[in-house]
């Protein structure tokens, strides 16, 4: 069974930072891409970073985020990671890893197929 389980969510202040995991298990991700989306209510979710699996490390991000948001693996630990600096109030959101077979797609191209999605995990920035 596949499973894709974020931790590391919580209350933080705005200027702070959390750093997110995505535990990965079930299957060989080796030739998967990983990514982090974002939702807020009312809103369709928003991606915001992805990975390649193994291999030399490919990154891609959200425009918008670049700079304050930075996505790594750990392939021994079959974790990716989301690390957040510098929160702002509208960085609130639930958190998502998902997953996706094969190479590490553009930003904009998640959206038409993702495999697995996690739980999610919360994410509140307090100004």
């Known amino acids: 069974q596949v499973q894709l389980v974020e931790s590391g969510g919580g209350l933080v202040q705005a200027g702070g930072s959390l750093r997110l995991s995505c535990a990965a298990s079930g299957r060989d991700f080796s030739a998967y891409a990983m990514a982090w989306f974002r939702q807020t209510p009312g809103k369709e979710r928003e991606f915001v970073a992805g990975i390649n699996w193994s291999g030399s490390t490919r990154t891609s991000y959200s425009d918008s985020l670049k700079g304050r948001f930075t996505i790594s693996r750990d392939n021994v630990k079959s974790t990716v990671y989301l690390q957040m600096n510098s929160l702002k109030p509208e960085d609130t959101a639930v958190y998502y890893c998902?997953?996706?077979?094969?190479?590490?797609?553009?930003?904009?191209?998640?959206?038409?197929?993702?495999?697995?999605w996690g739980q999610g995990t919360q994410v509140t920035v307090s100004s």
């Open positions: 998902a997953a996706r077979a094969g190479p590490l797609p553009p930003a904009t191209d998640w959206a038409h197929r993702t495999d697995y």
